[in-house]
């Protein structure tokens, strides 16, 4: 899982206009300040940043689909709490998910690993997505990762397509 969620940040990191959620503001809101709490914030400029340095690469489509994912980029933060602070359960999960659900957040992905959880839920339209959220719930740790900006679905079927070549 931890494999998963790597890759994950990768495709954040090389990925999305952003409106958050109020589940989600509400969720950080509420934890980012515990002393126990794991926050990571990235902003725009990092990823822009990484765009520019990837489209040095000339005629190299890897590079040039990276740029074009890190310069949609607006914002990623990471916030993870010890479920003994945060009281998620499975039923807390649900309801989360519930709640993304009437904010009009579709869920693309559900990962399950004995009784871990992942969830990987976006907005967008069937070109582009907008504002990803990763929810996950380990034995030890509940963690919501919001990805903010705009990603085309084609940008994404090729880094899905081809990563196996990175390795």
Same mark, same amino acid.
């Given at each position: ?59 190299? =489509? %890897?590079? !040039? ?6 310069? *949609?980029?607006?914002? $990623?933060?990471? /916030? +993870? ?56 719930? =380990? %034995?030890? !740790? ?6 903010? *900006?705009?990603?085309? $679905?084609?940008? /994404? +079927? ?10």
């Amino acid at each position: 899982m931890k494999k998963l969620i790597a890759t994950l940040v990768l495709v954040g990191s090389v990925s999305f206009g952003w409106a958050q959620s109020k589940t989600v503001q509400d969720f950080q809101n509420k934890y980012k300040d515990d002393r126990d709490a794991k926050v990571v914030s990235l902003n725009g400029s990092l990823f822009e940043l990484i765009g520019s340095i990837a489209s040095y690469a000339e005629d190299d =489509e %890897d590079s !040039e689909t990276i740029a074009r994912i890190a310069k *949609g980029i607006e914002s $990623m933060e990471i /916030l +993870a709490i010890p479920m003994h602070k945060s009281g998620f359960d499975s039923k807390s999960m649900d309801d989360m998910r519930d709640a993304l659900k009437k904010e009009k957040y579709e869920e693309l992905m559900t990962v399950k690993e004995g009784s871990n959880r992942m969830y990987f839920m976006t907005q967008g339209t069937e070109s582009q997505v907008k504002n990803m959220l990763v929810i996950m719930r =380990e %034995d030890e !740790e509940f963690m919501v990762m919001s990805i903010n *900006g705009t990603l085309e $679905m084609k940008d /994404l +079927a090729y880094l899905a397509k081809n990563h196996k070549n990175w390795e």
